[in-house]
């Protein structure tokens, strides 16, 4: 079998769509991430980002491989997971370097504008590394009617006056396009059969001493001792989020289409906003629900079955 091909078994496992178990699993990942946002604020204060991402990698790492070593799961790098593991891991640490810096230079809604494209690079992706993940044109609607979801509660962006907010922008997308490729890697290549503890190890320990190295480049550091606001957000970051939630994601990834996974991403920054207006009052405007109706009837469209029309174009 030549490295295009795809048997029927493996082609079926690629474009899974999500059962009604799974759905559930992912929207409470996507609210889980959304109130990561508001953690991050929170902490931020105390810990800056950088030194916070670096922080909960490397605490994650430990507690991912105790909990992996509790139960028997084998973490041998002899299995050809090395690689792709290594490539997953440095497209993890990268992305988050990107997002940082983006945040740095251009504006919080643009960036979550330019971030958010990283659904349609996973479909693109998926058209060249899994072809059985393929979607049809009916999806394609429903994935830009969920961004337009999007731009609507975050407002389009207008042309970059500042040259800095115009290469802001261009991270937001490189980091974008950094999420989008580390879930195609895990996909096509042998971390699709690995245990999602090591598949997220590799990314944490890979990751940390980027972030790290980053870290004191950017000369962050912890002036005084935190306060317990900010250790409490740092330790839901690091347990729930980390640890817990992308271990939850990557076996999710492995199971069903990552296309139609992909699109429920688009959720995360609403419930951000939510979370936003619930912990932090910030306030909600009218777009807010307009937005949450086109992103919720883009998902629907993502994950109906196809018609056999649309079957066919997807997997051809």
């Not at 699993?25 to 980002?49: E, H, M, R, S, T």
């Amino acid at each position: 079998m030549t490295s295009g091909e795809v048997t029927h078994d493996g082609a079926m496992s690629q474009s899974r769509p999500l059962d009604a178990g799974a759905t559930v699993v992912v929207l409470l990942l996507c609210l889980c991430w959304g109130f990561n946002q508001v953690a991050v604020k929170l902490a931020i204060g105390d810990i800056p980002p950088l030194l916070q991402a670096a922080i909960r990698s490397v605490v994650a790492a430990l507690m991912v491989a105790a909990w992996a070593r509790w139960r028997g799961v084998s973490l041998t790098i002899l299995d050809g997971t090395l690689w792709p593991g290594i490539a997953a891991g440095a497209l993890f640490g990268v992305e988050f370097l990107l997002f940082y810096q983006g945040l740095e230079w251009t504006t919080a809604s643009r960036a979550v504008l330019f971030l958010y494209t990283a659904p349609f690079f996973v479909v693109l992706g998926a058209r060249w590394f899994l072809p059985g993940d393929r979607l049809g044109w009916t999806q394609w609607i429903g994935l830009a009617l969920s961004f337009v979801g999007i731009a609507v509660a975050f407002g389009l962006p207008t042309p970059a006056l500042d040259p800095r907010q115009a290469l802001g922008d261009v991270a937001m997308l490189l980091a974008a396009a950094g999420w989008g490729a580390t879930t195609v890697v895990i996909k096509a290549s042998a971390l699709s059969r690995a245990s999602p503890e090591k598949t997220l190890l590799y990314q944490l320990v890979v990751s940390a001493p980027l972030l790290a190295v980053a870290a004191l480049v950017a000369q962050e550091w912890i002036a005084a001792v935190p306060s317990a606001l900010a250790l409490g957000s740092l330790a839901y970051q690091t347990v729930l989020v980390t640890a817990i939630s992308y271990v939850a994601w990557f076996a999710l990834v492995q199971r069903y289409s990552a296309s139609r996974l992909a699109a429920f991403t688009f959720l995360t920054p609403l419930f951000g906003v939510a979370a936003g207006h619930l912990v932090l009052s910030e306030p909600l405007t009218p777009a807010f629900a307009a937005a949450v109706v086109l992103v919720a009837a883009g998902l629907v469209l993502v994950n109906r079955p196809a018609a056999g029309h649309d079957q066919e174009r997807a997997v051809a």
